[in-house]
Nanobody, 126 residues
């Protein structure tokens, strides 16, 4: 029922920055928790950030803490992932996901999320 579209990926040099965007259909999205996941070639999917419905709480794993920031603009049905100080190991397909839970708190397990975008590619290389 909810459609998500990611954008903003591309090729960036180590130490550079990218901002990914996730735009959703429907006004109920502004009351849902959202997360960003990534999947590198040949590896499993891992969470890189999560945010509750209001944007007041967020989560990051140690691998990206201090470098990545998740935020949302509910007036525009959009969630962002700002990625700074990028490393080659950040190379992956990045996915936006949302859980259909009104006024929901953030969750970190991929099985908790109901809707997924198709992903945007991020390549960090010299």
């Amino acid at each position: 029922q909810v459609q998500l579209v990611e954008s903003g990926g591309g090729l960036v040099q180590p130490g550079g920055s990218l901002r990914l965007s996730c735009v959703a259909s429907g006004h109920t999205f502004i009351r849902y928790p959202v997360a960003w996941f990534r999947q590198a070639a040949g590896k499993g999917r891992e969470i890189v950030g999560a945010i509750n419905w209001s944007g007041g709480s967020s989560y990051y794993p140690d691998s990206v803490k201090g470098r990545f920031t998740i935020s949302r603009d509910n007036a525009r049905n959009t969630v962002y992932l700002q990625m700074n100080s990028l490393k080659p190991e950040d190379t992956a397909v990045y996915y936006c996901a949302t859980k259909a839970a009104l006024f929901g708190q953030l969750v970190t397990g991929q099985s908790e999320y109901d809707y997924w975008g198709q992903g945007t590619h991020v390549t960090v290389s010299s």
